[in-house]
């Protein structure tokens, strides 16, 4: 995805928000199919891989061939029982699929968990997902510095971590894909999860700067925006939310008590999708052309209101960088 010196954009210029959205309206699990690619001979690290969109992106990609390097944290010495599952189904399928360990809050468990992933691959990744986070929710004033911290070390420093190991074998091979999965709510808020839709917002500002940052150098960035899914995120964000509360006084809980009630709606993650959507997407996304590949991808049945603030946003983008010295940046960037 290396920058053109000059002639036409390879970034399809934005013509209105109302047309992108509707082109982007097709739910992702339309656009491809469990074992519709082949990836053999590509390497994909996968962070938080031990539930939800990771586990499943982890088995989707090794199914269709690639070799997988999923991780998680407390691994146990691999004893973790999430951990022996995967391999389980990885050894009754004959799956290229390994596990290392990987906290991305510990920058030593990052740098050793990278480096044992690309001794497995034997070399740069060609992919790594971004998936491990969090979420909580709360009003905003009630947060103390303890979940804050938390928050934006796992959803946003912890990908930058991980980004940050894997880059330099990425960059010295002149390939690569790095995928971040965000959240519609990285585009737009709720309250009562502003902690958490700012992380996401911190994220998407972040990987889209490092998309043009990271164009010469024949790096690919995608951002993944999926909407409301029932995964285990809703478990441990509603253990998480039940301590922070605990630590605040009756009298400010008092003073949010209906915001609170509807926070803990939100975390009830009853929802009726289906989270292979979000693994279908990536290796859609994978089996494209080198520079062909989507800048950001809305992942849900309704990503109409993320599509349009993508829409929306990416002519605001273009019209700051579309010219000057960044414009040939921009243009390698595909949106």
Not at 218 to 238: A, F, L, M
Not at 324 to 334: F, K, N
Request: glycine share 10%; charged share 20%; aromatic share 6%.
């Amino acid at each position: 995805m290396s920058a053109p010196a000059s002639g036409p954009s390879r970034r399809t210029l934005l013509t209105g928000a109302a047309a992108i959205a509707a082109a982007a309206s097709a739910p992702a699990s339309a656009r491809a199919e469990d074992g519709a690619h082949d990836f053999k001979g590509r390497s994909v690290l996968i962070t938080g891989a031990s539930s939800g969109f990771g586990r499943l992106t982890a088995l989707t990609l090794a199914r269709q061939g690639a070799s997988v390097i999923a991780s998680m944290r407390n691994l146990d010495g691999g004893a973790r029982v999430e951990a022996r599952d995967l391999l389980t189904i990885a050894a009754n399928e004959e799956l290229d699929l390994h596990v290392v360990e990987i906290d991305v809050t510990d920058d030593s468990l990052v740098a050793s968990g990278v480096a044992e992933a690309e001794r497995i691959a034997g070399g740069a990744l060609d992919v790594v997902v971004n998936n491990a986070g969090i979420g909580v929710a709360g009003p905003v004033e009630l947060a103390d510095m303890e979940i804050t911290q938390l928050m934006f070390d796992t959803n946003l420093y912890g990908y930058q971590r991980v980004a940050n190991a894997a880059l330099p074998k990425m960059r010295d091979a002149g390939a690569g894909q790095i995928f971040n999965v965000s959240s519609q709510l990285g585009r737009f808020v709720i309250p009562s999860v502003g902690l958490y839709c700012a992380t996401k917002f911190a994220l998407e500002a972040m990987f889209e700067t490092m998309a043009y940052e990271l164009a010469p150098h024949g790096v690919e960035i995608t951002i993944i925006q999926p909407g409301g899914y029932p995964t285990k995120i809703w478990d441990n964000g509603r253990r998480l939310t039940d301590q922070w509360l605990a630590r605040v006084s009756d009298e400010k809980q008092a003073a949010y008590e209906t915001h609170i009630q509807m926070a803990r709606g939100l975390m009830s993650g009853e929802y009726s999708t289906n989270p292979i959507d979000v693994p279908n997407a990536i290796a859609e996304i994978m089996a494209m052309p080198a520079g062909t590949r989507p800048l950001r991808r809305p992942v849900h049945p309704n990503p109409q209101a993320a599509a349009g603030a993508n829409a929306a946003l990416a002519q605001v983008q273009a019209a700051v960088l579309g010219q000057g010295p960044y414009a040939s940046w921009h243009a390698a960037v595909t949106d």
